[in-house]
């Protein structure tokens, strides 16, 4: 079956501006993550959601980053105002269970954003 | 909260060789999971195996094997016989077993070694 996919690929857009970054987990997976990979460094945890609600959204770095996944499956990552240190690859990573356990997370290809 | 230090950012290995990757993590806590992850330039994170810390016996995934040392707090990866599709970023991570409030804190990624396959 189809793995996790992620669109755009990439986004370049201007200081200030708004983006939306969508995920599409895989089918029947119930948990969903966000995370941020900056340059050289590993993924650093956003936010986790298990169904529609957010589990745990205590990775996102100020009130300029918001999620939201209404029907249980694909998820959008929301950043107002966006900033030149915002520039990254968002990785979105869904399994199939959520954190119990050593529930392996498949990750989709990111959506590199370059803010100018 | 849990650290991943991984001391060395570039590695390289020739062709058939074998490779190990250092990995060392801090905790406080008895039992968790530990993985690596293989990221290539695709930028796709693969799971390439994973130790549960209570099991004394080292995973081992095809040429993939690990080396968990838990009093040392230590988690190297070996690959034997490499290959060019070897070649990636590869991501050590930890993973506390229980649910608590700060799951954030519960997954933490080292900052990757980048090894090379060198023909």
């Known amino acids: 079956g189809a793995g996790v996919s992620q669109t755009p690929s990439n986004k370049v857009t201007e200081k200030g501006k708004y983006v939306e970054l969508r995920c599409d987990p895989i089918?029947?997976?119930?948990?969903l993550y966000w995370y941020r990979q900056s340059l050289g460094q590993g993924p650093e945890f956003l936010i986790y959601f298990q169904g529609t609600g957010a589990a745990d959204d205590s990775g996102l770095p100020n009130d300029r980053f918001f999620a939201v996944r209404p029907e249980g499956s694909v998820s959008t990552l929301k950043i107002q105002r966006t900033e030149r240190g915002d520039s990254a690859v968002y990785l979105c990573a869904s399994s199939l269970a959520g954190i119990e356990g050593a529930d392996t997370q498949y990750f989709g290809p990111g959506t590199r954003l370059t803010v100018l | 909260a849990q650290t991943v230090t991984q001391s060395q950012p570039e590695m390289s290995v020739q062709e058939a060789e074998t490779v190990t990757l250092s990995c060392t993590y801090d905790t406080s806590e008895s039992d968790y999971y530990l993985f690596w992850y293989k990221q290539p330039p695709s930028r796709q994170m693969i799971l390439v195996i994973r130790?549960?810390?209570?099991?004394?016996q080292n995973a081992t995934e095809n040429r993939f094997s690990v080396n968990f040392q838990k009093a040392a707090k230590s988690f190297s990866l070996k690959i034997s016989d490499s290959q060019l599709g070897d070649a990636a970023m590869y991501f050590c991570a930890y993973r506390s077993v229980l649910y608590r409030d700060n799951y954030g804190q519960n997954f933490v990624f080292g900052p990757g070694t980048r090894l090379s396959v060198l023909p």
């Open positions: 130790q549960e810390a209570y099991k004394q």
């Open positions: 089918s029947g997976h119930t948990a």
